[in-house]
């Protein structure tokens, strides 16, 4: 492990790189946070009724400066917090440190194997109870979906389903998954039982998250009401889109500071994070091609100018590939021993296996090179070479830092809001999937105009009225698409 | 009246300009078609089986070339149909002549007064029943709701209700409709009970007339099944958005051969519209200035780079304003006084009352020069000068031709596949507002793809499974912002 | 001839489409004067010395609105002026009538033949000189090099070399020309020499007639001083640029409104011209594709994200097709027959001859359909249709209203400073290509800032020493590229 | 001294930061020759006849992964190469240890104090004779025109002109030099006119450096033939424009990872450096303003949509300023204490005197908190904080890595291709400042072409003719702007 850990110990509870960057990771903290100013403002709002006062928060989403303020703010309104990155290779280092050193246990590191990974994760869900057992969390901060599925597997287990822990695995992750499961049987018998009894909600920020929670609802396994922040418009439509806008060029540039203009660009996917993706690389003088499944997804791409065309009908002709899907096997095998010679392949969609990396690690004939820590040539059977960031991870956050902070205070703003009403209505909900009020969500878009020197009209009583919306709104109907 | 009248004769049944026009017209109409891939595969696919046959449609629509491929998509597939236009301005005076040249009824001329208008409303309703009376439609095609409003009015008042037809207008046409409605009572008693008793459904592609409909629905007043096309992603998303990117600064050359670089432009609203209007000004090289009143519209907004703030704040600044709300009172009289000498004035929106233009023509000192059809000088007090165009209606439509035909065709298809399926469940429908379903979306974007050249990618089963969806889509859950 | 004529009369001088219009036309020239700020100052300066006073002026360029602003500066600063236009298409008739309504002599109007094309130049070249005769210009403002052509080639055969005008012709034009100078030479006797003994400079604005007027001075031939117009930089980085930017479009939209979204357009060439053209499709959403001989302009258009490749590899694929070269034969008889059907093809560059248009009307089997004016369809011998915008001339001036007053103002402040300067250094020049000092240049750009809101920073003397520039200007050296 | 040194012994002649930096150096210079085929391809064209065999080069620029191949590229062609940085912030240590490591001379790593910088200069000036003594290089690449000044401010001392090493000194910098040259003076006497008698010529590729050439050229001063590499067009509208279009977002990202979208960014000047910095900007959604006292260049920004302003009009509302001048005391200290809290500054123009830092350190009540390497908060007396770049110097090569090596590859195969030019005419050229052929630069172009898949279309004999131009290029006037 390349890790410093001070487990459960008096001084601190962490599993983190290095406690000596702490303070080059506060000064950075110190300068997110006037560029977040919708978490500041939910701080300053709430600071005084901590309306999470004492709640056990753990929350399993990437360890970055970003993060550090959205911890320090569900700290400051009360919560009682536990925190472990959900993705291997996203963790900032100085903003793991400077968590750590104020005492609020974390679980992190830039690097970590797949057997760490998920240690940290049940770590951040282990909160001592004094007698030396654990709590579980009343609240969930989920990214992606990792902690609801441990606890959901968990809990199945001890329910006495142990079909899936003995299954053959379609993945190395799988396995590592269910032997902790296995282990924590044996060292903590129970232990998901008593974690679920006390588990009040979860809230989740990514579309592939989210749509496990309504795969789970629909088939009446979800264990709590859940809050779908991702479909918040100022979280979908801003950091999916402005976000990747932003981050992905700072990916490509700090892996291996290519020049975009002039290259072909295949785009994978349509959505927002491909929308943000496309119009990045566009905008840097790339030629960009959009590969997609939907055709109102293709139309659109088509009528903002872009080619729209097949991955094989590229090959040869592509110079960079991007995934943005949250599907599986986008690049292929077949592919990527195809593309032209010193082709780049990076993924900022959603997990790994959007690229086809084990199999074609396991290709005979292929070696590899590091350059560096993230990046990595294949020198395939043809001779060709071709680039692989992050491991097929998110290249953003591999590879650079991740989104923006004022983008990421839109998100976080909305999980912050998430856990205050999962928390508020923790009587009243269902086992079910809830999208945040329009107004609330209204609300975080508010809290960043004035930052960024924006001033709204306010509507008249009397246009109000010929429109038939409040005149402080919410001003849209429900399935208004913005 | 300038107009041309054959009113209820074997050779036809019109009002229109020029019947001369026909021949050019009908090249226009074969240009359009190879434009409008959807409506074109509607009509052949339903050629044979004619879901509408014998079905009486009035449509009230923009009298354009796009339409005429609409109406006749509508009789190929059986319709019996009668057509007005639903602006006073917005008549391409060929198209219509085409369209009566084949014997469809069309009452529809660019210029008619708002008497001549709502009279020409009324024609497109009374499809003879041969016996020198009149029948209603049993379907009706609507855009801005004037057909549903008066069958509405007109029904409320045979129910006894006189309250609004003898209540103060608040504007010449509102007193122009109740002159109508007190006309009709006179002439026809009873007509509009008769004619509610056949109505079967309308379909409205607005917002403005959607959200009318919603208002109706939710009153319990709603006297058919309504469906709401502007809510499918293909209409509001294509040509709200990519509709008014192309025809705003087409209605600015063609009305004053303005340039648009350096010139600075307020987009009033950033909906769909707005966006493609300040997308299009942006690409010009004017320096767009966007105000609105939703917190996340105008967030929106300022990611893409736009300057946000208030009309007061920029009048002596900027060089061009655009109403794209749907709202009213947008430029006001205060405003237009204040503006910088040359400015212009125009509105993308919906109604002409986005611009306070009575007020302004009221104003002591204002002097009205017409340099041509739809551009007006206004010599303010203050001796500055200001262009109205269109008087203040869409000025897309006023000053150039409307959208392009395969935005346009996108828009129909919608339109056509809501007519078949209105008439289709029109035992199964409440007296509500539905929405096409997705399928159906997806299907009118696949329509579009060949004749663009885009090359869909398919999933595997495995894939589908993978994100939980059918192969052959539908691909998003319904909450989906695209 | 579908004109009016009053030639040589004392009411008036002219040959125009409808005197009736000078009224609408000068409504748009006190519109076009306030976008015109560059000609306005002139005015305003050199009213009182009037530096052409009593100056003979003849100009050839397209008569428009923009184009009646200068000759009213030409005139307020004390010239002659006869006017005609550049091109069969290009004149607004309002605008001619307008002028010629003033008294000015006017030949122009929008769709001449060629042969009351070249009659109109000889009119314009032609002052009366009181006793039946007729003398020749002193100063010429040629755009193409029509009226330098003209003279140069008469005065050739006055000085007995017959050789040309007995040659035989390349097209129908050429011979028009050799039959107006037989004409001439029956009709004036040595009127080419009396013109050239009185001819004191030319000013140009074209990129080929500039190169035309450095060949000639190359070989010896140029018979007077010369200002190359067009290479000043607030001529063909405005002008060519920005002016294409806005009305290449426009002239598509009002042929065909064609929908631009989607689309894949060829530009042939990435000049000046090229690269504003290529800007303005894509801001609307079409796929661009460039064609280039020359390897920097081709990696220019790279850089910009534009496919570069040749039009043979774009045949099938693309939908319109825009020349810009200002060479010949670009999209041949043999591309023209294997596009898509549909296509769209125009010339925006400079003559007609960029498009093989009579070879097309030549090729049996090809059917024309007038759609409107300036709008023909083609249907080829394989049944596909294609369109042709003003007959391959240029189509933002044969089918919309060429550039905008504003970038015009640039172009002709350099035309109005040209011939201010060619008068008042008549005796110092010598018969060579001259470009106008950097100092007016400059001078140009600043008349045209306050009018859009620009604010200058100051040098400090300091800074200026350090840079080693005139705390005034200019500030770039000759080289500069801008 | 922060590096690690073997001087001139036998096994290697350096100062660098760390020599087991050279396999990874080594690894990214591989993957840098895949994106410079234009340095690649001038390799293997002189391979065989290496113009360069034992010319003694000494180069004074940024010690890039890119320069490692320009470095690599001229010994390929037989140059006897020593080099050293033209930044003290620029150096990629890892491309000086591979370099190195081949045993070519260098001296240069990141974070050279001024002393140390100059002496490092001075090492790749030495090249050894053999006897102790030293030999000065017989071409110079020089960048800036540090070495160029080096040279001539010596070789003044040494014919007697002792006025300036006595002067007082402007800044820290020219005392550094003065008393490098004293120092030297003393230890080798006469070295600098032994220097001149070899030295041969300079290409230099800045614009600041340039001006200095064409400043000594004036005077009469200039020792050597000089190449102005910059005003090439693929270098300056290349490098300049599209380098920094992708490297100014590269640095600012890794220095401080700050959301551009929604944020006023001001870009001082609009040259090319200006074009790119505000291209990239406004791409990722900033709002840019950009202030300049060129009126052309002004009006080129307001065409594009910017708004023009002065400094001054900004402060309080911008957040991020950039400038790109190459002249001094652009963002003075009046500016940054008026700026809004949070602002950041930094200059990619050229020196670091177009921010007044000197000045703002020794402002009474200025703090100054280091975040990590290049990149400083100064807290200022009214409290705001302001960051600071680089230390003033360029930000992209300070906090990022400089320009991608495919626009380098423009930038330096004219480098190469000027040095093998001085060399070859080293008897023809004369003082003076001479500017590559158009046909070299055409070729540089076509060099790059390849690469990114560009098929250039080739005119035919009689094309050529029409316009006037060979059918092998070059294809335009040498006044041509592109």
Chains 1, 2, 3, 4 share one sequence.
């Not at 679920?196 to 909600?201: C, I, M, P, T, Y």
């Not at 996917?269 to 499944?293: C, F, H, P, Q």
Request: with cysteine; charged share 25%; aromatic share 8%.
């Amino acid at each position: 492990m390349n890790a410093q850990v001070k487990t459960f110990s008096t001084e601190g509870d962490y599993k983190i790189a290095d406690i000596s960057l702490a303070d080059w990771g506060r000064k950075e903290i110190d300068i997110a946070e006037h560029e977040m100013p919708g978490l500041m403002s939910i701080r300053r709002k709430h600071a005084a009724d901590a309306p999470l006062r004492g709640v056990r928060v753990t929350g399993s989403l990437h360890m970055t400066i970003q993060t550090a303020v959205l911890i320090e703010t569900l700290k400051d309104i009360g919560a009682d917090v536990r925190w472990a990155s959900c993705n291997i290779f996203s963790t900032q280092d100085h903003a793991a440190a400077a968590i750590a050193a104020t005492g609020t246990p974390v679980f992190a590191w830039k690097g970590e194997t797949l057997e760490e990974y998920w240690d940290c994760t049940l770590d951040a869900l282990s909160f001592p109870d004094g007698q030396g057992g654990f709590l579980g969390p009343q609240l969930v901060v989920d990214d992606g979906g990792d902690v609801t599925l441990l606890i959901h597997k968990g809990h199945e287990l001890e329910q006495g389903d142990e079909s899936w822990v003995n299954s053959a695995s379609g993945s190395h992750e799988e396995q590592v998954i269910k032997n902790l499961l296995k282990r924590v049987a044996r060292e903590r018998p129970g232990y998901w039982t008593k974690v679920v009894a006390d588990w009040k909600g979860v809230s989740e920020e990514t579309t592939t998250g989210v749509h496990r929670l309504y795969q789970l609802a629909d088939a009446g396994k979800l264990l709590v009401p859940a809050i779908n922040v991702n479909d918040s418009v100022t979280k979908s439509k801003f950091d999916n889109l402005y976000g990747c806008r932003e981050s992905l060029a700072d990916g490509l540039k700090r892996a291996l500071d290519v020049m975009l203009a002039g290259k072909v660009a295949v785009v994978c996917g349509y959505g927002d994070v491909g929308k943000g993706s496309a119009a990045s690389l566009r905008a840097y003088g790339a030629r960009v091609i959009v590969t997609e499944i939907d055709p109102i997804c293709a139309l659109q791409a088509a009528m903002e100018g872009y080619e729209v065309k097949t991955v094989e009908d590229t090959l040869g002709e592509a110079d960079i590939y991007v995934t943005t899907t949250g599907n599986k096997d986008i690049i292929r095998v077949e592919h990527m021993t195809a593309m032209k010679d010193q082709a780049i392949v990076c993924n900022i969609g959603h997990f790994d296996n959007e690229i086809q990396v084990d199999a074609l690690k396991a290709l005979p004939g292929v070696e590899i090179v590091n350059i560096k820590p993230q990046v990595d040539k294949f020198v395939l059977p043809n001779g060709n070479a071709m680039f692989l960031l992050a491991e097929g991870r998110l290249v953003n956050l591999g590879c650079a830092t991740g989104h923006p902070s004022f983008v990421m205070s839109n998100s976080f703003s909305n999980q912050t809001l998430a856990q205050i009403d999962l928390w508020a209505k923790k009587d009243e909900y269902d086992r079910k999937v809830y999208i945040l009020p329009k107004k609330l969500d209204e609300e975080v878009a508010r809290l960043h105009l004035e930052k960024i020197g924006v001033k709204l009209t306010k509507l008249t009583k009397e246009q109000a009225d010929y429109i038939g919306v409040p005149v402080e709104g919410p001003f849209k109907p429900e399935h208004y698409r913005y």
